[in-house]
């Protein structure tokens, strides 16, 4: 049976992002690691307009959250019961699992298939529900729900037996009619107290010479349990267990964008841009969130086919990294489907994003050098002339010759392939290239504080130094106005 996915149209890309890249990105500290897969398998134009219909409804339902949130619990329900069946020790815990399996799948079913009517949510909803709603009015499907009702009696009647232990010896035997707690409870309600529920303090998974005690005392039971098994072993199908990566990314980037809002901070879908462009207005950091930053400095993002790579350079601690993470996010988020925090964009569908960051991490005898020489390698092995690579300060570990040279060619060979991408260095002594620059600029309206934007510059002559000097008339030219006698004596000496 193939089942319906929630992300995809069709079936999901083969090519999907480095793991390292979410990490990288910082995306880790706001979304739960269950979700990174999802994040590493970029979408087509097709599934990025479904799962923007998609997200754009459950955003704004409450009835589709809680629809999403009970078919979450549900399968994790399932995923339990098919690993406690994957773990069974022997035959008759094998057949009493695998009827639980079957029943867990059958609530997802029928759960599924009772959906609540989301307005707008497109394609890959319509087509989800309509499947469940059809399999679960099917014949074979209402057969099964037969023999399920006519089996989980059977269950209730074994669930409570009574063990005794003498010396090394076990002794199971059923429930007596009245158990040692029935008494307890009988006795208090006799003497005027409240009523109670007996509490239980653990639970453990029964060895198997118990399970077989068991079945051996139940025989008419556990037999209609093998000769369930027996004739529906192949009717799970364990690709079911999909959903819970897709359930699980449409919660959590649903919830990520209430946290965005709630910082005030705007959502938008973006447009998918017909020609090679990342073009994106007031773009936010959101990873910034994560260390409850309340004024996050927004920069505009723009890349086309004719400046597609740039240098950014400037002082440490100025946003370079910031500003890297911004363009990675914003970008990894839309071919995931997803609203991006800015306030307009248009962005075209790219075959992946890939990063290369510093690692901190101790290294083979090769050192961090070659480490980083095979990273490298790495992302040119698979990227495509249509992705995004971030590279961040590579090659700042080894000699600046060597630094200068390795920086150079990697940047060309990257800006000659068509790739987007930004490649922050502080190798000043770079030559004359047909790269364009990013630099931070200080923001000269701001008197109270740093802030911190980014801005396209001719070369690497732009310095941040050069821009605080601006800033606060500490340039030569300004304190040439303002002292004018010391200029003078300046030029006599």
Known sequence: ??????????????????????????????????????????????????????LRALASSDAGR???????????????????????????ER?????????????????AADAPELSGAGTLYTRFVRFFAELTASDAFRAMEAELSALYPYIDSIRENRIRIRGSRLKVSAESPETFEDRLSRCARELGFAEFSPARDFTHAAAPQLIDAIAALYPKEFDAFRDFYRKNEAYFDVSLLGYRLELSFCIEITRLGDRIRKAGIPLTFPRIAQTK??????????????????????????????????????????????????????????????????????????????????????????????????????????????????????????????????????????FASGCFGVYITHQHSLGQTRIPYLN?????????????????????????????????????????ARFPADADKGGNN
């Open 440 to 480: 931070v600029i200080v923001d000269s309206e701001d008197e109270n504080r740093r802030t911190y934007k980014i801005a396209r510059r001719k070369g690497v002559s732009g310095s941040y130094a050069k821009d605080i000097l601006k800033k606060y008339a500490l340039t030569r030219e300004a304190l040439d």
């Open 95 to 111: 057949f009493l699992s695998y009827l639980g399996l079957v029943n867990a799948y059958h609530v997802f079913c029928r759960r």
């Open 66 to 92: 809680a629809y999403f949130s009970a078919l979450s619990r549900d399968i994790d329900a399932v995923e339990g019961c098919y690993e406690s069946f994957a773990a069974v020790r022997c035959d008759n």
């Open 1 to 54: 049976m193939r089942f319906p996915s929630l992300l995809f149209c069709d079936t999901p890309p083969e090519r999907k992002n480095p793991e390292n890249v979410p990490e990288d990105l910082r995306l880790t500290l706001l979304l739960p690691q269950s979700v990174t897969p999802a994040l590493c398998m970029p979408c087509g134009a097709r599934d990025i307009l479904a799962r923007q219909e998609l």
């Open 277 to 414: 462009k990342i073009d994106i207005r007031n773009c936010y950091d959101i990873t910034l969130l994560s260390k409850d930053e309340t004024s996050i400095v927004p920069n505009d993002v723009a890349f086309d086919e004719d400046a597609p790579f740039f240098y950014l350079t400037g002082a440490n601690g100025g946003g370079k990294t910031t500003y890297l993470r911004t363009v990675g996010v914003a970008v990894l988020l839309f071919l995931c489907g997803c609203p991006i925090a800015c306030t307009d964009a248009e962005i075209y569908p790219l075959s992946g994003v890939y990063t290369h960051f510093p690692r901190d991490e101790r290294f083979d005898g090769d050192g961090r050098f070659a480490d980083e020489k095979k990273r490298v390698a790495e992302i040119h092995a698979v990227r495509g002339s249509d992705s995004l690579i971030l590279l961040n300060e590579t090659y700042a570990t080894t000699s600046e010759e060597i630094a200068v040279a390795e920086t150079e060619k990697l940047a060309d060979e990257l």
